[in-house]
């Protein structure tokens, strides 16, 4: 079972083709139209939706520290509370490219968009994974 970054990698790297990891960071928000209920359980770290703020690809080797990844999504100037994360699979021994990337990492922001996050690893700030839902 995967419960944080360091066993994420040690996984991917276990895999017979190499892998490229694609991230997603999401915000914790609440709708403008929130009731009374949702404001006070949103302000208790329940509730909300998460939405997409920043996305992108890496191969292992470009991500192999959870905190240099965490510094890197700082210089974009986007707040995020989670990120999640799914793996990509190579072929014949080869990585997948960024160029490769751009639909399923398209797909993975639209699914999780509509809420559909069930295929994907949340981490926290910290490199933990966590239970949603």
């Given at each position: 079972m995967i419960s944080s970054y360091t066993d994420l990698l040690k996984a991917a790297d276990a895999?017979?083709?190499?892998?490229?990891?694609?991230?997603v960071f999401c915000r914790a928000?609440?709708?403008?139209?929130?009731?009374?209920?949702?404001?006070?359980?949103?302000?208790?770290?329940e509730g909300g939706a998460l939405t997409p703020v920043v996305c992108v690809?890496?191969?292992l080797?470009?991500?192999?520290?959870?905190?240099?990844?965490?510094?890197e999504s700082r210089?974009?100037?986007?707040?995020?509370?989670?990120?999640?994360?799914?793996a990509m699979s190579g072929r014949g021994g080869m990585k997948p490219s960024s160029d490769e990337a751009q639909q399923p990492l398209t797909m993975m922001v639209e699914s999780i968009?509509?809420?559909?996050?069930?295929?994907?690893?949340?981490?926290?700030?910290?490199g933990q994974a966590v239970a949603l839902g």
């Open positions: 895999e017979a083709n190499p892998q490229r990891l694609l991230f928000e609440l709708p403008d139209d929130a009731s009374e209920a949702e404001k006070a359980a949103f302000a208790n770290g690809d890496k191969a080797d470009e991500v192999s520290d959870f905190e240099a990844l965490v510094e210089e974009t100037g986007q707040a995020w509370d989670v990120v999640f994360v799914a968009r509509l809420g559909h996050i069930g295929n994907y690893l949340p981490l926290d700030r910290s």
